[in-house]
């Protein structure tokens, strides 16, 4: 068809590109990381070992796992100078907002990793951004409860350590919940990577300028930040809440149908999943097993999701548009269950993809054919015409 372009061999005029690192099949509901199916990463391992898969290829021995977990846990302190960044944000400053102003900043930081071109300094930003997101995360979160911030800790794990910097406070002794630690270690994995998502792209789209990849990270931050992307878990839960009770599910089912009405169900559709996202389904499980060990099976928003997901599995439009519940209906619930407040729920998800955009990032880099990223577009604007004096308009 005249004008419509096709796939572009190289990384360049639709954007499209190769990449071996994650595989989606949105029909059969398949998600593979490094050819491994997410089921059986979900059920068998853990975020930091799925995190050198994605980086490397290849799932690590114990000794290389060993290292990997020793220079994430040694990489995890912000430079003092970028913790007085909060101090300059409002109190009630969009943690997005934050974490991606204080990741842009990195830049200005650690001139050491912006030679891109250096295999060393491409490997130090990996393990150093991977290692300072959860503490970013927690340094927004403190600033906006107007705690004290609370150091990393190097003797505690990627999943707990982001616990005690989110809920510990100086007057007394944080318990770490292993059942919460295991939640988090799960939903990273689910949220890890997603192939060429709109952040994804994002990333790299900005890298393939060279610009420094601090900058790139921040920037598939942003593009995360959208209600339509990340912000849905946040947007899933603020919805729930304006349901707010099991008859008030048809009026809003109505309300996604309603071709006048821009609202949509939050949590349901996908831009590749025409069948159910496979995330979903373990985040379900997982959400059930959370709730019960945390003495919340009473969760009337839990209850309220599970008979809005039934409603909508039974509505022909959903069914005849293909729409199913996808990674964020349900996570919110779990962070919620967590004491996670609803405007952190896009930051946990930025904390689990950075390894995603981070090995995208890396592969895109060092991609020998690698060229700019230049979508090209399909002209539906005015043909040639001549100007016009303003006297003659
Ligand atoms: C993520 O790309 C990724 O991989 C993303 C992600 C990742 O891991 O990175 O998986 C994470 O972003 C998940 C999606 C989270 N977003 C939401 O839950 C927001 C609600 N969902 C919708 O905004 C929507 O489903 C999208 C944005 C996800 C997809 O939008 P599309 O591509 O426009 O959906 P579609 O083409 O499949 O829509 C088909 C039809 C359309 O109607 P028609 O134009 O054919 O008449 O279904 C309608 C849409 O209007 N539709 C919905 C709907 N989603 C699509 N109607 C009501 N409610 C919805 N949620």
Redesign the pocket.
């Known amino acids: 068809q005249e004008g419509v372009f096709t796939y572009d061999p190289g990384y360049g005029a639709t954007g499209s590109c190769e990449s071996k690192i994650t595989f ?1 099949d949105g029909q059969k509901g398949i998600l593979l990381y490094r050819g491994y199916p997410v089921e059986q990463l979900a059920a068998k391992s853990n975020f930091m070992e799925i995190s050198y898969l994605l980086l490397y290829g290849e799932l690590p021995t114990k000794e290389q796992l060993a290292r990997f977990d020793t220079s994430i846990r040694t990489h995890t302190m912000l430079n003092e100078g970028m913790l007085r960044f909060f101090t300059g944000f409002r109190y009630d400053a969009h943690p997005m907002a934050m974490l991606s102003a204080v990741v842009g900043s990195m830049s200005a930081y650690y001139h050491d990793t912006m030679d891109i071109n250096n295999p060393d300094a491409r490997e130090v930003f990996a393990h150093r951004i991977l290692a300072k997101m959860p503490t970013i995360a927690a340094a927004a979160y403190k600033h906006t409860c107007g705690q004290p911030f609370v150091y990393p800790r190097n003797d505690l794990g990627y999943c707990e350590n982001m616990l005690q910097m989110f809920f510990a406070v100086p007057a007394e002794p944080y318990e770490i919940n292993p059942v919460a630690a295991e939640a988090l270690d799960l939903l990273f994995i689910l ?1 890890a990577d ?2 060429q ?4 792209s994002t990333v790299r789209m900005a890298g393939s300028s060279g610009a420094n990849p601090y900058s790139a990270i921040a920037a598939g931050i942003s593009a995360l930040w959208g ?4 912000g ?1 878990n946040e ?2 839960l603020r919805m729930l809440e304006a349901i707010g009770d099991v008859k008030n599910i048809p009026k809003f089912v109505a309300k ?2 309603d ?1 006048n009405d821009p609202f ?11 069948n159910f ?1 496979p ?1 979903a389904t373990i985040i379900r499980e997982m959400c059930h097993k959370v709730l019960k060990q945390m003495g919340r099976t009473n969760s009337p928003l839990f209850d309220l999701a599970l008979e809005l997901e039934q409603v909508a599995l039974k509505d022909e439009y ?1 069914i005849e ?3 199913y519940p ?4 349900y996570s919110g619930i779990i962070y919620r269950a967590l004491g996670i407040p609803t405007s952190m729920f896009t930051v946990m998800f930025a904390i689990g ?1 950075t390894v995603g955009w981070t090995a995208h990032w890396r592969e895109m880099i060092t991609d020998p054919n690698g060229r700019i990223s230049r979508p090209r577009q399909l002209y539906t604007g005015e043909p040639t015409r001549d100007y016009v004096s303003i006297d003659q308009r």
């Open positions: 989606i949220h997603h192939e998502n709109c952040s994804t209600p339509a992307h990340g849905a947007a899933v996604a149908k071709k949509r169900l939050m949590g349901f559709g996908h831009r590749v999943y025409k996202d995330r959903f548009k293909n729409l996808n990674v964020d209906f993809r």
